[in-house]
């Protein structure tokens, strides 16, 4: 059905032209679905378009990733739907809305959810709109596929989403310690030896 709307547009796919698909009558579709919008989003929810699933490991940025990810994977493969869609949302007010209320906002929750997280660690460059910062990932990632649905696309993007949402990483300050331990035990040990052959001398 959704091929139905990237060939033929929401108001070129007719109640009428799904049911022949379907192979059923018109009064089937509509017990089931009673607007032609709620069919559109209905068949998008069981299509491949990913539900995002929070994955809660323990580190923020490397579930952040994970999300970027399924949502790269997802748009790569379903971007002509996700482009039909983008242009009929301009022509038809609601069916933007019921877009945002049933399918784009359970995924911006699990993103917020993950920042939410990472704001707590102070991980984030700027923590103070979670909202705002769940939107960047999935805009740049669509605005890529958007302005060019053939390639080539940019395959270090979401890494470099990541590092702007992000602060550096860095070691932990016992692995600094440990580090600085083994270089002091390295340095005593060349001083020793130097002084150990000069005195041989």
């Known amino acids: 059905m959704l091929q139905a709307l990237v060939d033929r547009g929401y108001d070129g796919m007719t109640v009428d032209h799904v049911a022949r698909l379907a192979g059923v009558g018109r009064a089937t579709l509509y017990r089931r679905w009673p607007t032609k919008t709620a069919m559109v989003i209905d068949a998008l929810k069981r299509s491949q378009v990913a539900v995002l699933e929070d994955p809660d490991s ?21 971007h002509p739907i996700i482009r039909a869609l983008e242009i009929e949302t301009h022509r038809h007010p609601d069916l933007g809305v019921a877009l945002q209320r049933d399918f784009v906002a359970q995924r911006k929750d699990v993103l917020i959810g993950v920042l939410r997280r990472a704001a707590a660690d102070g991980l984030l460059r700027a923590p103070s709109d979670l ?33 702007l949402i992000f602060v550096d990483r860095v070691p932990s300050r016992a692995g600094i310690n440990e580090h600085d331990r083994a270089a002091d035990v390295g340095s005593n040990d060349a001083t020793y030896s130097v002084a150990h052959e000069l005195g041989s001398a």
């Not at 323990?58 to 379903?78: H, M, N, S």
């Not at 060019?148 to 989403?161: C, Q």
């Open 58 to 78: 323990g580190d923020p940025q490397a579930d952040f990733e994970v999300l970027l990810r399924v949502l790269y994977a997802a748009i790569e493969r379903e």
């Open 131 to 163: 909202e705002l910062l769940a939107r960047v990932g999935p805009a740049l990632i669509w605005e890529q596929f958007a302005l060019s649905a053939e390639g080539p696309w940019d395959s270090d993007l979401l890494r470099r989403i990541s590092d």
